[in-house]
């Protein structure tokens, strides 16, 4: 079996070359009591809480099925290799974000970090990412 590559965990590396890449379209969070996701839905994440099943979706799915959604978000990538053991990189990022009154909630992978922040912040957010390459 193929072990993929360690990420990167130094904090100045990190920061120095992530590049915010933006997926298209409009996302939302929906949730189910019962933890079954409709058919049709194809969420981009869930995650398992003692309430139910969150799931990140795309808006015109929950719109085209009928789910009840909160907070409509753009989905930003940083699209570095973050080691999953990184100190300080979402911090830093999230301070940033906060300190200019941009909410945000963000998802690992094994690759990437993601965020997700209201539609109508996004070119602020993505100008307050800018500021980690100057």
Same mark, same amino acid.
């Given at each position: 079996?193929? +072990?993929?590559?360690?990420?990167? &965990?130094?904090?100045?590396? !990190?920061?120095?070359?992530?590049?915010?890449?933006?997926? #298209?379209? @409009?996302?939302?969070?929906? @949730? %189910? #009591?019962?933890? $079954?996701?409709?058919?049709?839905?194809?969420?981009?994440? +869930?995650?398992?809480? *003692?309430?139910?099943? /969150?799931?990140? *979706?795309?808006?015109?799915?929950?719109?085209?099925?009928?789910?009840?959604?909160? %907070?409509? =978000?753009? !989905?930003? /990538?940083?699209?570095?290799? $973050?080691? !999953?053991?990184?100190?300080? %990189? !979402?911090?830093?990022?999230?301070?940033?974000?906060?300190? @200019? =009154?941009?909410?945000?909630? *963000?998802? &690992?992978?094994?690759?990437?970090?993601?965020?997700?922040?209201?539609?109508?912040?996004?070119?602020? @957010?993505?100008?307050?990412? $800018? =500021?980690?390459?100057?």
């Amino acid at each position: 079996m193929n +072990t993929p590559m360690a990420g990167e &965990s130094d904090l100045d590396q !990190l920061l120095q070359h992530m590049a915010p890449v933006v997926c #298209p379209g @409009t996302f939302v969070y929906c @949730t %189910f #009591p019962d933890a $079954s996701l409709p058919s049709g839905l194809e969420p981009v994440s +869930t995650i398992h809480e *003692v309430e139910g099943l /969150t799931a990140i *979706v795309p808006k015109a799915q929950a719109v085209a099925l009928g789910i009840d959604f909160q %907070f409509e =978000s753009a !989905l930003i /990538t940083l699209s570095v290799h $973050s080691s !999953l053991s990184a100190v300080g %990189f !979402l911090a830093r990022i999230c301070g940033v974000l906060a300190a @200019t =009154s941009i909410p945000c909630n *963000v998802l &690992s992978g094994f690759y990437h970090d993601h965020l997700l922040v209201p539609v109508d912040k996004l070119p602020e @957010t993505l100008r307050a990412l $800018s =500021s980690f390459h100057r």
